[in-house]
């Protein structure tokens, strides 16, 4: 019960700053901190290189982007590597299921 009042708290940030509603250059310097520990974050940076890093010219109708960097440029992703991205968002994860694992061992402790 309490875990589906405090989730939203930590999940809807995290879904808004990991870049997928919001340009990554354009989240507040003071907010972007949140990013380094937001297994969104890398997942959608590992998706979009594994997409757009070696895309070659993109025909369209207005030309918008020339090419897949040019989108990542566009959407301020890094140019870490897909491989990058993948091992970050296995790292943050596991730090985040030992912190959940620890917290309830330690309410369950209490009991």
Do not use: H
């Not at 809807?12 to 990554?24: D, E, H, K, R, T």
């Amino acid at each position: 019960e309490f875990a589906t009042v405090v989730a939203p708290l930590f999940v809807f940030p995290m879904i808004l700053l990991g870049g997928l509603y919001a340009n990554v250059g354009a989240i507040p310097a003071g907010a972007r901190w949140i990013n380094k520990v937001n297994p969104i974050n890398y997942g959608f940076q590992a998706v979009s290189q594994a997409q757009w890093r070696d895309y070659g010219d993109i025909d369209g109708f207005p030309p918008v982007f020339a090419t897949g960097r040019d989108v990542l440029a566009f959407f301020s992703l890094s140019q870490r590597s897909f491989e990058s991205n993948l091992y970050r968002l296995l790292a943050v994860g596991l730090c985040l299921r030992t912190a959940v694992f620890v917290a309830v061992a330690l309410t369950a402790g209490r009991r």
